[in-house]
Nanobody, 115 residues
């Protein structure tokens, strides 16, 4: 079955960086687009970034363009989210996602940006 396991979250000061990882299993990873979403307290889950199968095409939310970079390693079945110049408003639980027969989510990893 499809499994997505996120890691790499934590507490970071404003202006700092974090790199999230999502290890995928249970499906042919290289055949599917992968996305990162986030959900802040009291807010709806929002799409942060998507990377398509071969990694040549990516999309970003306007709020993270120029600061976040999504990438993937198809040999390791892993997708990454490099987050730079973090702001307090980036504080959220970050989820890895893919759509196969349905939408799948990981368990999420908490990112807190605070001084």
């Amino acid at each position: 079955q499809v499994q997505l396991v996120e890691s790499g979250g934590g507490l970071v000061q404003p202006g700092g960086s974090l790199r999230l990882s999502c290890a995928a299993s249970g499906f042919t990873f290289s055949s599917y687009a992968m996305s990162w979403y986030r959900q802040a307290p009291g807010k709806e889950r929002e799409l942060v970034a998507t990377i398509f199968r071969a990694g040549a095409f990516t999309n970003y939310a306007d709020s993270v363009k120029g600061r976040f970079t999504i990438s993937r390693d198809n040999a390791k079945n892993t997708v990454y989210l490099q987050m730079n110049s973090l702001k307090p408003e980036d504080t959220a639980v970050y989820y890895c996602s893919t759509t196969k027969d349905r939408l799948y989510w990981g368990q999420g990893t908490q990112v807190t940006v605070s001084s």
